[in-house]
């Protein structure tokens, strides 16, 4: 099933729906899943991130540029980035001759590196079928694994997914990759056939020059390599049943990740459960996670 509208009413049918987000989130912390994915709860002040926002409407620019509406109209995109950017962009830092430092988030890098993109990809002219679609298949008994897809495109080839990756990592890693094999599962057993996809790695970088920063990676599994990813994908999804059942998440103490403490940190090391329960009321809201992004 392919609609959104079809995974929103898993949802209010109760039946159970993972992601590899949620996935991923469970095998770095159990307690952290409970936190985020059981509870709902997100910080009531969050931290400015301008990599995740220049990700976010990097993205937004990306479906602009290849919808049928606006197709490779460079400016619109650029507007959108800048639109939905303009508010996270990094505070440049005050260099030691009191004069401010390059930043790497900003809008002038963020431009300059999509209008390098538009360039060098301007004669692909592969058949776009969908943008932003999302898809959900049983994976495990009345299970359904969901994944939101940037791009899918037609080719002499057959189906290919795209995904695009905004990273600081270009060597980023393809096998094994959850992520990648949960597309892969997702659309060969939506159309029936095996299906590749494509990595399309936009690096955000200070030091290179954009052009150095563009590579698309062929992304391509062994039916064997796909059954250790859904075995995995299987048993952590019993993990979390069995962490359900119980009323038990245990804690990873992965503390920092990314080096920055867990927002959950607070709760983790209060002192007794009347200040856990407090501090989850006054430090955070209620907002769950949609990888659709259309609640
Ligand atoms: S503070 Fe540590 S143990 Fe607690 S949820 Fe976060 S990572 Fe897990």
């Given at each position: ?11 209010a ?6 992601d ?16 985020r994915h059981e509870l ?11 990599g995740?926002h220049f ?8 479906e ?12 619109k ?10 508010e996270?962009e ?12 390059k930043?790497?988030?900003?809008i ?18 592969r058949?776009?079928?969908s943008l ?25 080839r ?26 892969t ?7 029936g056939?095996?299906?590749n996809g ?12 954009p ?11 062994s ?8 075995e995995?994908?299987?048993?952590q ?40 329960d407090?501090?989850v ?15």
């Amino acid at each position: 099933m392919s609609k959104s509208n079809i995974i929103q009413e898993l949802r209010a049918q109760k039946i159970p729906i993972y992601d590899n987000s949620s996935i991923k989130t469970f095998t770095w912390c159990p307690r952290g899943y409970f936190y985020r994915h059981e509870l709902g709860l997100e910080p009531s002040t969050p931290r400015l991130n301008p990599g995740l926002h220049f990700g976010i409407s990097g993205h937004l620019a990306m479906e602009s540029w290849f919808s049928p509406d606006s197709y490779k109209d460079d400016q619109k995109a650029l507007n959108i980035f800048v639109d939905n950017f303009h508010e996270y962009e990094e505070v440049a830092k005050i260099g030691a001759r009191g004069k401010p430092l390059k930043t790497t988030h900003s809008i002038i890098f963020g431009c300059s590196l999509l209008e390098a993109y538009f360039n060098k990809y301007r004669n692909d002219e592969r058949k776009v079928l969908s943008l932003e679609n999302a898809y959900a298949e049983e994976i495990t008994e009345d299970t359904y694994l969901v994944g939101k897809i940037d791009k899918l495109l037609e080719t002499s080839r057959g189906l290919k997914f795209c995904d695009y990756k905004f990273t600081k990592y270009m060597n980023y890693l393809l096998n094994p990759n959850p992520q990648m094999c949960g597309y892969t599962f997702l659309v060969s057993k939506l159309t029936g056939e095996k299906v590749n996809g494509e990595v399309d790695i936009i690096g955000v970088s200070k030091s290179k020059n954009p052009n150095e920063l563009l590579i698309r990676m062929p992304v391509e599994y062994s039916e064997f390599s796909l059954s250790l990813w859904k075995e995995s994908v299987v048993e952590q999804i019993k993990s979390i049943e069995r962490c359900r059942e119980r009323g038990i998440w245990p804690q990873s103490w992965d503390c920092k990740p990314f080096f920055r403490d867990c927002d959950y940190l607070p709760l983790c090391t209060s002192s007794s459960k009347e200040v856990h329960d407090e501090m989850v009321s006054r430090l955070f809201v209620i907002k769950f996670w949609d990888p659709f992004g259309e609640e």
